[in-house]
């Protein structure tokens, strides 16, 4: 089985969209490999066969390749609008010296709007830190899923702004532009508002209550932001968002900050669970898959 793309790949490479398409590839033959054949390639135009309904409509050639029975759908059944929402603040921008999360991240759009368009799905990209940095319309074309690579290849070789990030205000403002039901996919660090989660849960429940579904990819560096896995010496810790300095080494805080993220991402995905919103920890060394296949199975559920 081809192996995953990872970071290091990606500091190899300068075109978004070649890495896209090989990540989507890579992707799509490891499911036709693996057992879930449901979600194999055919699923942008099939739909699993129920017992007892019309057989006119299967599919007799993919049930020759795959021994399952597929029923064909029309363009109006598989058609899918998605926002996918990037935060491009500063603390997505570690760690710095290969801008992490941001790149983990961004790929990860890419590589989303590459398979949307292969489904034949509408797709749009919104930038955000403590407002809308960017906002694209949502299309379904060749060229604007050229343009949306473009945008973030560009947005990699930007530099971080000392913004702070402010997801609450960027998805209310969302929720009251997308006049039709759609998936919204948040790809963020969520290290905002830590103490007020009801303020990021307020504009969340916005969207719910528009009924559109919502997709959070929680983007970390598991083994620093998470675990505080520093080697014992002095370090000069800065926030890269309000510039405040702390010095100590990591046995004087490491038991406290490791409970303290436990509670706040337990805090996350318990009230995520409560608004049935798909709330998806991601570790930025982690394969890409991971990610692609939350999508499928979210996408499914949208149906």
Not at 79 to 85: E, F, S, T, Y
Not at 112 to 140: H, M, N
Not at 146 to 160: A, D, F, R, S, Y
Not at 180 to 195: A, E
Request: net charge neutral; hydrophobic share 35%.
């Amino acid at each position: 089985m081809k192996k995953p793309l990872t970071l290091a790949d990606v500091q190899k490479f300068e075109n978004m969209e070649f890495l896209a398409k090989q990540l989507v590839e890579g992707f799509i033959t490891g499911l036709h490999q693996s057992p879930y054949h449901g979600f194999s390639v055919e699923f942008s135009e099939h739909r699993l066969y129920n017992s007892g309904e019309s057989t006119r409509h299967i599919d007799w050639k993919v049930f020759a390749r795959t021994d399952k029975l597929f029923v064909k759908r029309y363009e109006e059944e598989t058609n899918l609008r998605c926002h996918m929402l990037l935060d491009v603040s500063p603390s997505m921008y570690y760690p710095t010296e290969n801008n992490g999360k941001l790149t983990f991240s961004t790929l990860c759009a890419a590589a989303l709007a590459t398979l949307l368009r292969k489904q034949r799905d509408a797709v749009g990209l919104v930038t955000f830190s403590d407002k809308i940095e960017l906002q694209t319309p949502v299309r379904s074309t060749g060229s604007h899923l050229h343009t949306l690579l473009l945008i973030l290849q560009k947005q990699l070789e930007q530099k971080p702004t000392s913004k702070d990030t402010n997801v609450a205000d960027v998805v209310h403002h969302i929720a009251q532009q997308i006049p039709k039901r759609s998936l919204v996919v948040i790809f963020s660090d969520m290290l905002s508002q830590q103490d007020n989660l009801d303020t990021i849960f307020a504009a969340l429940q916005h969207l719910k209550h528009q009924n559109h579904e919502v997709l959070i990819f929680h983007v970390m560096d598991r083994k620093t932001e998470e675990e505080f896995d520093f080697a014992e010496r002095p370090y000069v810790f800065v926030d890269v968002e309000t510039g405040q300095e702390l010095k100590l080494q990591p046995s004087q805080v490491r038991e406290h900050y490791r409970t303290a993220v436990e509670n706040y991402k337990r805090e996350l995905e318990l009230k995520c669970g409560q608004y049935r919103i798909d709330f998806v920890p991601v570790d930025i060394s982690e394969p890409f898959d991971k990610v692609l296949y939350a999508y499928l199975v979210k996408r499914g559920k949208v149906r």
